[in-house]
């Protein structure tokens, strides 16, 4: 879904995000959105949208959780905004100590994720953030993580959805709001 909310911002974000044909394998069109970042401004009110979003249509959050890597660009920025933690979900082998993981399979390969132990807590209220939803592997295993953790996902949010690759099928489950939606892959 995507919401008025967002009107304004909409066309100066698409406007920073620059298509790489055949990255990182031969026939995918890759998004890149560090163009955006070369904006910082931009970035501000970016995170500051996203906060309000969240304070006026998810309601209240416990934690912010963002997806290595570059989940990990907005994420604790918009955590800041919220005044809540930021929960770090990484690729496998990167977290220290005792974690919780779920595989998944994703637009080019296969990967685990891993949150740690004790990072979100019984009955907590998550918000998941990343920049694109592809084939929605990743948010998948994200939000399996966040359940298995003993949480609940408050909403899913990226910036960039590929249509055609209906991840959000496999999210049904999960209150899911998109900045921009691509209608090719
Ligand atoms: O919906 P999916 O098909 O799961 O794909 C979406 C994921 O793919 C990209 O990350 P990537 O796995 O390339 O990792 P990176 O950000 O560490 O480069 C993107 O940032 C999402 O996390
Ligand atoms: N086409 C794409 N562009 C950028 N990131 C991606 N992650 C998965 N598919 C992607």
Partial sequence: M??????????????????????????????????????????NELCVVIADHVRHSVGHVDSVAGLEARGFLIGPLVAIQLGVPFVPIRKKGKLPGAVIEASYVKEYGEDIVEVQEGAIKNGEIVFLIDDLLATGGTLRAATDLVVKAGGKVGEAFVIIELAPLNGRAKLTDVKLTTLISYDSA
């Fill in 2 to 43: 995507t919401l008025p909310r967002f009107d304004n911002i909409r066309p100066k974000i698409e406007k920073h995000i620059r298509e790489v044909k055949d990255f990182p394998k031969k026939g995918i069109n890759f998004r890149d959105i560090m163009p955006l970042f070369t904006n910082p401004q931009l970035v």
